[in-house]
């Protein structure tokens, strides 16, 4: 089968611009999740640095700097039909190079994230997107991790732009309190410098590229292979 752009979706397309002028754009477009960020109760480093929660929400790892390390966080929320969760990786200049992460040239490793309720029922975490990764990221690890391979998210060499993952659980979640867990065991010190976590109910948590920002809702959810 051939098709023909120019005239095969010349009806289609007509018919989308119809759809949007009679019920405006702003009801088909694409729309960015709103994200509630998960200010922690408490964040605990296993290894001993200082974890600092900045007004923002977000959290600055400093003083000790070991190898490897796996920080706890204790959050909260009563939202309801939980789609994704969030981490950010934020510039910050206290770091090499203004990056996100404690390591050399300001990389940070995320090679595992785990959530518990509070009770400790784990929850199942099966899919998880970023807004940009390393050449030798294996983003999948960090909810499928390996024991002998500490292998994760890094955005290196773009550690002073802003990054992101999306991380989406198996089924729909209700709000409480949760136990969050990053690990960042590659090793060398690349510790996540600062970092956010956010939680969504948005049915299109996931990062969207140009195009789909530009393409009615409905079709982002249905592409054709």
């Known amino acids: 089968f051939k098709c023909d752009w120019s005239s095969d979706v010349a009806l289609p397309i007509s018919v989308l611009d119809a759809i949007d002028a009679k019920l405006g754009k702003e009801s088909l477009a ?5 994200w509630e960020v998960l200010r922690p109760s408490k964040a605990v ?3 001993g640095a200082k974890l ?6 977000s959290i600055v790892s400093d003083g000790p700097r070991p190898e490897r390390d796996i920080v706890e966080l204790t959050v909260e929320t009563d939202r309801k039909d939980i789609t994704a969760f969030r981490v950010e990786l934020i510039p910050d200049a206290r770091f090499p190079r203004g990056g996100s992460g404690r390591g050399d040239d300001g990389k940070g490793v995320l090679t595992q994230f785990d959530i518990f309720r509070d009770g400790g029922k784990k929850l199942d975490l099966d899919r998880v997107t970023a807004s940009g990764q390393s050449p030798e990221s294996m983003l999948e690890r960090i909810i499928r991790p390996m024991i ?19 991380i989406g659980p198996r089924v729909m979640e209700t709000g409480g309190r949760f136990t969050i867990r990053l690990h960042n065991e590659f090793g060398e010190g690349a510790l996540l410098g600062r970092f956010r976590v956010s939680v969504t109910s948005s049915l299109f948590p996931e990062p969207a590229t140009e ?4 393409t009615p809702k409905y079709l982002v959810s249905h592409q054709l292979e």
């Open 30 to 34: 694409w729309q960015a999740p709103e």
């Open 45 to 47: 480093s296993q290894q």
């Open 52 to 57: 600092t929660v900045q007004p923002d929400g």
């Open 148 to 166: 002998q391979l500490k292998r994760g998210w890094s955005v290196d060499p773009d550690v002073a732009k802003p990054h992101y993952a999306v």
């Open 211 to 214: 195009k789909e920002q530009k």
